[in-house]
Structures are given as C-alpha cells and as structure tokens.
C-alpha cells in the first residue's frame, strides 16, 4: 500500500502521557501534529514548547479542532472517568482513536466505548505502555514460543512513588497535600486510585500471556493513607480454572521503576506448566527455568519488531498494512482486563470473593 502521511490530533491532557504520545507522532517520518486541544491552554503548554506547535494547531474546543484539523487518529487522554464520554463525542468524526490506558472506569463504560467506536468503522485502541517495554513484548515471545508451557500462574507487581511525581518525558515534581486534593488521580468520581491505575496493566498484560483466559472469581482489598480518598495499595486474587494469579498495585513505592526498581521489583514473575519466567520492568534479560535448565538462565531481551518501537508506531503501521490491533491495545484483550477490574470493585464494595462479571 502507498504511504500516506498520518494526521494526528491530541485532545484532553489531563493524563501526562500525552506529551510522550505527541512526542511519538513528532518522531514518526510518516505522521505529523495538526492540532492539540485541551479547555486549559496551560495544560498544553509544556507540549507546545517542547515540540513547538504553532498557535494555529493549538485549540480549546474540540468541535474546532477536529474542524479544523481533519485528524486520521486522534490520542485522547481524560482522566479514565471520562473515556467513555470523550470516545462518543469524537468516534461520530469518523476517525480512530487512540486512548491511553487505563481502558475505562468500569466495564459499562468500556463497552460504551467499543460500541461508539464499532458504529463510526474504525479502530478503537487502547494504550498500555507496558507492552512497549521489551522485557515484557519479550516474556510474551518466550511464552508464545511455547518454551514455558501454558500459562498457569501470573504474579504480577506494579506501581510507582504516585502519579503527581512525573509528568512527560518522566520529569520530576515534588507534588504537595493540596496537590493530591486538587487531582483527579486522587479523587474516585473520575477514576482515581492505584488499582485503577495499575491493575488495568496487570491483568490486561496477564490476559495477553495467559491466551485470553479468564478467570472464575475475583477477591480484592485495598488500603490508602489517612485523608486520601482513593486506595493507593491494592491486592487482587484471580481464580482460574487451573489455579490463583495475584495481582498487587502500589502508588508509594521506595523508587520510581524506570530510574531504580524498588522492593519488591515492579513486573511480572510467571508460572507455565513447563517452566517459570521472570520478567521485570525496563531490565536488559528475563529469567527463564525449564526442565532442561532448572537452575535457569538469563535470556536477553529482543528488541521490538520494526514498526512496533511504540504505541503509535504499532498502530500507524498496523492500520496502514490492513492487519488487525492485537495483544494489550486490542479493545477485545483490553475487555476482559476490566472486567477484571470491576469484578475486584465489587469484591472491595462487598468485602469478598465476587463471580467474574459481564454484562
């Protein structure tokens, strides 16, 4: 197929992957900018300056800006208690969408979502930056070659110091009390809190290893500091046919990953029914055991497949070839992530172990 060159709007930068996602479209020979939207222009400032976005591609109504722009794709990044709403005011536009994790505050939303995007024709995608970490895409290539087996058990360890510590580019702030009353991360009516933060990549990561399985029930606690709304701990037992998975969030861990990994590592440690496998973020090899090697070995990790370095780059190339979203950004995999989640809402709303559920 020929090459076209991608037009890609930003809208709504309450979430502060945005300006690493622009910064993707600014890299990509084949895509460029043509608006960024948001009702506070200081929320788009740093992404602005640093990828120096004319004033005519800059907008504070997204009616205009999709006007205006005529995006291909847009990136959307609310806080996760507006996807739903956001994806049915942009699906009608006729373009894909590209939404940044997690998928949706419950699973009702979520399917408000496929459902907007299912009648407007074109691709919902759901971004979990995890899966551009190569020890990760690598543990999956391990356990698709079938060198572990099936997948039997995920333990699963994710968090950071909190979510007002960073913004783009993994910049540090050092956020304030009234900071955190002030955020939406840290208020329950728009999606707050570790576990939906973090168990969205625990799970929807987990489904992708496991094959798409989905377990029979689900027992979640959670725990937060004293005057703080929303959980900033949470533990998360999945029961599957063949056995538990444990899933465990954490917004106040010793260190931030991706500059020193704390205690406990944040990542996955895996249990197939040929081996184990340890794969932990942003490190350089996984652990592999297998019957032939039961003392394990360290196996290095691939780099990602060419038109896969990240998010936009999978999805500009998947769309243009005509091949399918598959794994975690897929709405399909992404789904029994949060039913997952909501299943867990429900175990800490009723203080016990709750049927998986659908809808």
């Not at 300006?19 to 020979?29: K, Q, T, Y």
């Not at 419950?106 to 979502?113: F, I, K, Q």
């Not at 933060?197 to 500091?225: E, H, M, R």
Request: with cysteine; proline share 6%; aromatic share 10%.
């Amino acid at each position: 197929m020929a090459k076209q060159t991608w037009r890609i709007a930003g809208i709504n930068f309450s979430h502060m992957h945005m300006g690493d996602l622009l910064r993707c479209v600014e890299n990509h020979s084949d895509a460029e900018i043509v608006g960024v939207c948001d009702e506070s222009p200081s929320a788009m400032q740093g992404a602005i300056d640093s990828l120096s976005i004319p004033s005519h591609r800059v907008f504070t109504d997204y009616q205009k800006c999709l006007d205006d722009s005529n995006p291909d794709l847009v990136i959307l990044c609310p806080p996760t208690g507006e996807h739903a709403d956001w994806t049915e005011k942009i699906a009608p536009y006729g373009t894909h969408l590209f939404v940044e994790k997690p998928f949706a505050a419950s699973l009702a939303d979520a399917d408000r979502m496929i459902a907007a995007a299912a009648k407007s024709g074109k691709e919902l995608i759901i971004n979990w930056p995890a899966r551009w970490d190569r020890s990760h895409y690598t543990a999956w290539r391990v356990i698709d070659a079938g060198v572990i087996g099936d997948v039997l058990e995920v333990h699963y360890y994710g968090g950071n110091r909190g979510p007002l510590y960073h913004g783009a580019d993994k910049v540090e702030y050092h956020p304030t009390t009234d900071d955190k009353k002030n955020s939406w991360w840290y208020k329950s009516a728009t999606g707050g809190g570790s576990l939906r933060d973090y168990l969205g990549y625990g799970v929807t990561l987990g489904t992708w290893f496991n094959g798409g399985q989905k377990p029979i029930d689900v027992t979640a606690v959670v725990t937060s500091a004293d005057g703080v709304e929303v959980d900033e701990h949470s533990v998360t037992i999945a029961r599957y046919a063949h056995g538990l998975s444990k899933f465990e969030t954490r917004w106040g861990t010793f260190t931030d990953p991706w500059v020193h990994q704390p205690q406990p590592k944040c990542g996955f440690v895996i249990r197939g029914s040929k081996g184990t496998l340890a794969s932990y973020d942003y490190e350089s090899t996984i652990r592999v055991q297998t019957a032939e090697k039961p003392e394990g070995y360290d196996h290095p990790v691939e780099d990602l497949a060419v038109g896969e370095k990240n998010g936009i780059e999978y999805v500009l190339s998947r769309i243009q070839s005509d091949l399918p979203i598959e794994g975690p950004l897929s709405p399909a995999v992404s789904r029994i992530g949060q039913q997952i989640i909501e299943t867990a809402i429900q175990s800490i709303e009723q203080g016990g172990t709750v049927p998986l559920v659908d809808y």
